[in-house]
């Protein structure tokens, strides 16, 4: 068969697909990737902050409580709450992925800070560090590995809810998706879905390597040598969830 006629024959894998719309695979892709980013770098840019506050026990229960019940809206809920706000555009979705980054995100700051050794802190203390500079220079630093763990999460998470953005228009690789299941257009669906995976594969594996560079007294295996957990979404929560 050739490669024009697989599209005529509407077959899964079809290169004249692939070279017929390139641009609007760019296009697609670019979107996706923007979204994604923007929406984690504001997650953490708020997340952090929260974790802080949510270290005094007074705030710990009602942020901890706040970013999980925000996890758990369904994301077609969450982005028509949003859309009085923003209206229809991407701002919807970046807000609605920045509100889900949240209880990851928090959650693994504060298991990386819990996690730092109460002596390290009083060695520092005793050598003239201030409480800026001793969670500048000491405690986040400990805290890199469970931080990068929650990043890691929070952007795999962040590339696959952009999909459902599609509902707004702004939905990346999701609109191809959603165009593609409505006229049963298969080489498209697949595609768009493949590049939607492939993303994510490629942000995590992106990330790891920065969180080993970052923190090279870790194992070769990405393991920490200490014993610093970290916490992940709860188990109730589900990040792929559309309805």
Known sequence: MSARSCLAANDWICGEYLRSRSEELVDA????VGIALASVALGLL?????????RRRAFAGPVLALTTVLYTVPSLA???LLMPVFGVSASVVVTGLVLYSLTVLVRNILAGLAAVPAE??????????GPGRLLFGVELPLALPALMAGVRIATVSAVSLTTVGAIVGYGGLGNLIYEGMGSNFRAQVLTASALCVALAVLADVLLLGLQRLLTPW?????RPRGRIRTATAPATA???KAG
Do not use: C, K, N, V
């Not at 009083?122 to 003239?128: D, H, L, Q, S, T």
């Not at 870790?218 to 990405?222: A, C, D, I, L, P």
């Open 29 to 32: 892709t670019l979107q996706h």
């Open 78 to 80: 969450m982005f028509a």
């Open 238 to 240: 589900r990040p792929a």
């Open 218 to 222: 870790t194992s070769g295996r990405g």
């Open 46 to 54: 708020i997340a952090f902050p929260l974790a802080l506050l949510a």
């Open 120 to 129: 390290t802190r009083e060695a520092a203390r005793g050598m003239g560090y």
